[in-house]
């Protein structure tokens, strides 16, 4: 599998990730968006925590652009498709896609920046992503 591969990660509509009308909070898709590139580094054996606490190492969000395009609902599974599209020096950027069963629900274009954890400087991106 290659890095710019592309990534699904399943998740399930809570009744906690609703708005009054049972319809997912537009902020939520960002957090599942969040989990699936967690995810996505998992699978490639990079984890977060150890990544901050042995390199110094982050990932912030630079820019994200949503395009909100049809509501996912209390208790659906969801898919969030990501995909790698660039890799700078200090940088990532990710197409990323939640679906339901029948239709796109919202899909976004995310540019991450690697930062050392304490100066929050750009940083080289560490070894293990550079090398692909």
């Known amino acids: 599998m290659t890095l710019f591969t592309l990534f699904n990660w399943p998740v399930r509509v809570y009744y906690e990730d609703t708005d009054a ?3 997912v909070y537009y902020a939520n898709y960002l957090k599942f968006m969040e989990r ?5 580094l998992r699978q490639k054996n990079i984890e ?3 990544l901050a ?5 982050v990932f912030v969000v630079q820019k994200i652009q949503v395009d909100y395009l049809y509501p996912a609902r209390f208790n659906e599974l969801l898919t969030v498709q990501s995909q790698l599209i660039n890799l700078g020096k200090a940088s990532i950027k990710m197409r990323q896609q939640i679906e339901n069963q029948e239709k796109i629900c919202c899909q976004a274009t995310v540019s991450l920046a690697c930062v050392d954890r304490l100066s929050l400087r ?3 991106l560490p070894q293990i992503l550079s090398g692909y």
Not at 36 to 40: H, I, K
């Open 122 to 124: 750009p940083k080289r």
């Open 48 to 50: 977060l925590d150890l």
């Open 36 to 40: 699936a590139r967690t995810e996505w």
């Open 53 to 57: 606490s042995q390199q110094q190492t």
């Open 21 to 23: 009308a049972g319809i």
